[in-house]
């Protein structure tokens, strides 16, 4: 920290202060850019593929229309104002791993695939009891539900963090991170599909669909299966190569002679 000798008049001891927080704020971005941003690109990327994939199964179902269909498409324009957020932001600070952090944040949404589907599954079974028709439809909406909520609430919990740690704000550095309009608009889908039976049924009370959530929130927090993405990602990404650690070069190597 900058240092505030004895006779520091009080504009000196200001300044040193406003030093020390500009430094604190380039610490939290940058640690931030290292980590939060995988995380929540991570959780982001695997909601919208889930959203995408309900509308897949709303189509076939034949219940993408009127409200529900408006607002799943505001829902997709929201996601690539996120998209086009994300990319600004790393063209505005001279970064040229744009590519990169899309190829790790897809590779590592796909590996998180098997657990999407067993909390699918989960939900889908609350939903059976209900005897209504397109249940896999309405599963695969409330994944998306429960999945674009789950991001949010990890981006809240995470600034909250930060922010305690520096005591700065650090929401107006990232709020492009935070999937707030699509998580409005798709919870207006599933509240527009899901009437006729969301009203009887809770997920939240329903243990197998609590746990298939808590097991994509550990899975998000692990380093294994990010930095496996991360090393796909530095083998499909060459002109990365110049941010690769050792430990990044390392595990590149293992996955080129598997």
Same mark, same amino acid.
């Given at each position: 920290m900058n240092t505030i000798r004895t006779n520091s008049t009080p504009a000196d001891m200001k300044m040193a202060v406003m030093r020390y927080n500009a430094q604190q704020a380039d610490r939290v971005q940058d640690e931030m850019a290292q980590h939060f941003w995988v995380m929540i690109g991570t959780a982001n990327?695997? !909601?919208?593929?889930?959203i995408e994939d309900a509308i897949e199964a709303m189509q076939e179902a034949g219940i993408y229309k009127h409200q529900a269909k408006q607002k799943a498409q505001a829902a997709l324009a929201a996601y690539d %104002?996120?998209?086009?957020? !994300?990319? %600004? #932001?790393?063209? $505005?600070?001279?970064?040229?791993?744009?590519? +990169?952090?899309?190829?790790?944040?897809? %590779? !590592?949404? &796909?590996?998180l695939q098997p657990d999407v589907q067993h909390l699918f599954f989960a939900i889908k079974n609350v939903i059976d009891r209900q005897k209504v028709r397109n249940a896999a439809a309405l599963a695969q909406i409330q994944t998306g539900v429960?999945?674009?909520? +789950? $991001?949010?609430?990890?981006y809240d919990t995470m600034a909250a963090q930060y922010q305690r740690q520096t005591l700065l704000d650090v #929401? #107006?550095?990232?709020?492009?991170?935070r999937l707030t309009a699509v998580e409005s608009c798709w919870k207006a889908v599933g509240e527009f599909t899901g009437r006729q039976v969301m009203q009887d049924v809770n997920l939240r009370d329903d243990p197998?669909?609590?746990?298939?959530?808590?097991? +994509?929130?550990t899975r998000y927090q692990q380093a294994d299966f990010l930095n496996e993405a !991360?090393?796909?990602? &530095?083998?499909?990404?060459?002109?990365s190569w110049h941010h690769a650690t050792p430990e990044d070069i390392a595990l590149m190597e293992k996955l080129n002679n598997d």
């Open positions: 990327q695997t !909601a919208f593929m889930a %104002r996120y998209q086009d957020a !994300a990319y %600004r #932001h790393y063209q $505005s600070i001279g970064d040229d791993r744009y590519p +990169l952090w899309q190829d790790l944040i897809g %590779r !590592a949404a &796909l590996k429960a999945l674009i909520t +789950l $991001s949010t609430l990890m #929401h #107006h550095m990232f709020d492009g991170g197998t669909c609590q746990l298939g959530i808590n097991v +994509l929130l !991360a090393g796909e990602a &530095l083998r499909l990404n060459p002109q």
